[in-house]
Each structure stands twice: as structure tokens, then as C-alpha cells.
């Protein structure tokens, strides 16, 4: 792993392989060398399980191969678990292949349909389809969409999302939380925003900061805004004054996910993020074209809109306007897919 999200996804694979009594060690490729220790942190996963790369930044993990392939020699392991569509999970799945060891990969067959968007993860986690021995599927869906590219019935495991267990063991009590969620109405409505997707760099960033910007002059809404290590500052000049607007760094995963429970309305290009708020049942607006994850925008409070910043708007003020939220959606799992992913990895 090397990201926040792989982190995030994979803590609850750990803790569960652990549980089952399983060796289990992480290699972290320094991709995301400033999110991914807190967000292990968060799962109280200790330093000592963790080896980590001497690389940072986005070109580690493709640098790290030699060293990830010396890692498993060492270790000899029974095999390689990777998530997602990073580049570090490929170069993980490539050292596990080059290495002679089966390649696992959780949250496999998601599919935009489009392969340059997401870009580079649609294509990625295609390819980590090729390399893989067993497949570990969010939701129908996703196995479908592995069945439709030849791989056989019985190497596609429907598991569910981890993203599910991650947040059953962050906010245990979530839904008697959510029915007691303080009222928003003494400070407004809160908006909760993230915007870091490769494809909206540039022209879509400014157009989604500009559209948040605008909505925040409404007197009654509040935005809050952890932006992303990599948003330069020509795209933060989109938010103009800044009004109604908190610009805070990365939030540690527990309060995010907090945050994103009580929120009014979330506004994101964010794969993960896309899944929380339809799982926490949080409205949401998805900054984006296309979506490998339709399941998350099922229902009538989540919508597609792609980067026009009038359709953001508009879908904002209908959303906050109406007050409704939707019920927490079950799409993704009941929390036990880690469980379920251990057990079939140590049978
Ligand atoms: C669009 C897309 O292809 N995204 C991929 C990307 O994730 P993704 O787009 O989800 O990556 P993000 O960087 O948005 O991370 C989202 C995660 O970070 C958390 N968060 C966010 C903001 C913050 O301040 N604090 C915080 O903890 C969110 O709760 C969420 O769980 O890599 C994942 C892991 O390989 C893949 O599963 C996704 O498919």
C-alpha cells in the first residue's frame, strides 16, 4: 500500500488476518508519505508492523519493485494483498507475480467503462485483474464485471467493500449517532468538500472550488474543506474571498468521518469519499463524468454532475434546500468483508 485510501481499506484486512492468527506484515511504498501513517494510526496499527520505503512521492512505488521483490524473498510469504487501483497496489501486484506469489486484490472489478477516467486507476485496476489469483469484489456489480472479462467463477468472491468494516470500527454506534445528530440549524448547513482527482487538475478544480465558493455567500451554509496535499495554489484562487469557507489540511480519518455523518451535503470527486457518504447516508453531489461506483449514487440525494460549476450549484441548493437525507445505503457490504476475505485467504 501507499495511499490513504489503500490504508484506510486495507487496516480491517490486517486487524481481521491477524485475528485469524495469520502473519500478516504491511509494506508501505511511500507514496502518500504524509496521509498514510495517520490513517493507520487511526486503526491503531503499530509502526512495528509497517515496513517502509526510503522512496517518497508519487514516482516510489514503480522505484520500490526491486526493493518490494528483496521484501518477499526475505519473508518468503504465502502471498501478496493489494486494494484498489494505485500505482503502488500495481507495483505490489507486480512484485508478487514477478516474485512467483499469488496476488490477491481486494476491491477488484470496479469499472468506469471510460479508460481515461479516472485515469490512470480505471486502466490500473484492470491490470491488477490480469495479475491476480484470487478476486475480491465489492458488490454484484463488480463481479459481473470481472465474470464479463473471462475470469472464472470461481477465483470472484463477492466480500463486500472494507471501506464498510473501516467505518463499523471507527464509529460504532453510527446509526443510533446519526438519529441523535446535534441539529445543524444554530450554525447553518454544513457542506463538507474534497477535490483531488487527476482528470479535474487544473479547469475542474478552480471550477469546483469556484462553484463551492459561490454557494458558501449563502448566509446558512458553512463549507469545510480539507484540501488535498496536491491542490496548487492557482486552484485555491478559485475560492476568492473565501467566505463561508474553512480551508483546513487533511483531517485525521476518525474526524472526517465524523464530519461526513453530520454534514448536510458532500461535495467530492473522491472515489472513497462517494462511498462513505452514501453508506453514512449523507447527500452527495459527485464532481465527476463518469463513476465506477453507480451503486453509491442510487437513490435521489446523490447525483453525477461532472465539473460545470451551475450544475453543482444548482444540485447544492436543491439538496440543501429540500433537507431530506437518504437512508444509509447498504450496497457496499455489512461490514464483514474483511472477515470474510480472511478467512477464504487462510482456509
Ligand atoms: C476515483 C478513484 O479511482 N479513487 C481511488 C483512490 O481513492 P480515493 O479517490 O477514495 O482517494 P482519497 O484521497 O479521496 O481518499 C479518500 C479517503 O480518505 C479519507 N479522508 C479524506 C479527506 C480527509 O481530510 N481525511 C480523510 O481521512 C476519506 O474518508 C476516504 O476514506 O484510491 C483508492 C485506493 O486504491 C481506490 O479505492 C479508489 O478507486
Not at 74 to 102: K, M, N, R, W
Not at 292 to 315: C, F, K, S, Y
Request: charged share 20%.
Amino acid at each position: 500500500m501507499g495511499t490513504r485510501p489503500e490504508a484506510i481499506k486495507l487496516a480491517p484486512v490486517y486487524l481481521a488476518l491477524r485475528a485469524r492468527g495469520a502473519g500478516a506484515r504491511i509494506y508501505d511504498t511511500g507514496q502518500h508519505p504524509d496521509l498514510l501513517p495517520s490513517a493507520l494510526a487511526a486503526f491503531a496499527i503499530p509502526d512495528t508492523a509497517v515496513q517502509r520505503s526510503p522512496q517518497r512521492g508519487v514516482s516510489a512505488p514503480l522505484k520500490m519493485l526491486p526493493d518490494m521483490q528483496r521484501m518477499l524473498r526475505a519473508h518468503a510469504p504465502g502471498g501478496v494483498i493489494v486494494q484498489g487501483d494505485t500505482a503502488s497496489a500495481f507495483a505490489g501486484a507486480l512484485a508478487g507475480v514477478l516474485s512467483g506469489l499469488p496476488v490477491h486484490h481486494v476491491e477488484a472489478g470496479l469499472r468506469s467503462g471510460d479508460w481515461l477516467s479516472p485515469f490512470p486507476e480505471e486502466f490500473i485496476r484492470a491490470g491488477i485483474g490480469r495479475l491476480s489469483a484470487q478476486h475480491f469484489a465489492p458488490t454484484p456489480l463488480a463481479g459481473r464485471n470481472l465474470a464479463a472479462e473471462g475470469i472464472a467463477a470461481d477465483r470472484i468472491h463477492i466480500a463486500g467493500n472494507t471501506i464498510v468494516d473501516a467505518l463499523r470500527l471507527i464509529l460504532p454506534g453510527r446509526n443510533q449517532r446519526k438519529r441523535t445528530r446535534p441539529s445543524q440549524s444554530a450554525g447553518g448547513k454544513l457542506v463538507v468538500l474534497t477535490v483531488h482527482r487527476r482528470e479535474s487538475e487544473g479547469a475542474g478544480t478552480r471550477a469546483i472550488l469556484g462553484a463551492a465558493a459561490e454557494l458558501a455567500r449563502r448566509r446558512d451554509v458553512h463549507v469545510i474543506y480539507p484540501a488535498h496535499p496536491r491542490t496548487t495554489t492557482d486552484e485555491l484562487a478559485a475560492l476568492g474571498s473565501g467566505h463561508g469557507i474553512e480551508v483546513v489540511p487533511p483531517i485525521p480519518y476518525a474526524d472526517f468521518v465524523q464530519l461526513l455523518a453530520r454534514a448536510d451535503l458532500a461535495i467530492t470527486d473522491s472515489g472513497g469519499v462517494q462511498e462513505e457518504a452514501a453508506i453514512l447516508g449523507t447527500p452527495l453531489i459527485c464532481c465527476r463524468n463518469v463513476t465506477e461506483r453507480p451503486e453509491a449514487l442510487a437513490g435521489t440525494h446523490a447525483r453525477l454532475v461532472g465539473t460545470d460549476p451551475e450544475a453543482i450549484l444548482a444540485a447544492a441548493e436543491q439538496f440543501l434546500d429540500d433537507g431530506q437525507r437518504p437512508a444509509f445505503s447498504a450496497a457496499f457490504g455489512d461490514g464483514h468483508a474483511a472477515d470474510r476475505i480472511a478467512a477464504i485467504l487462510t482456509a
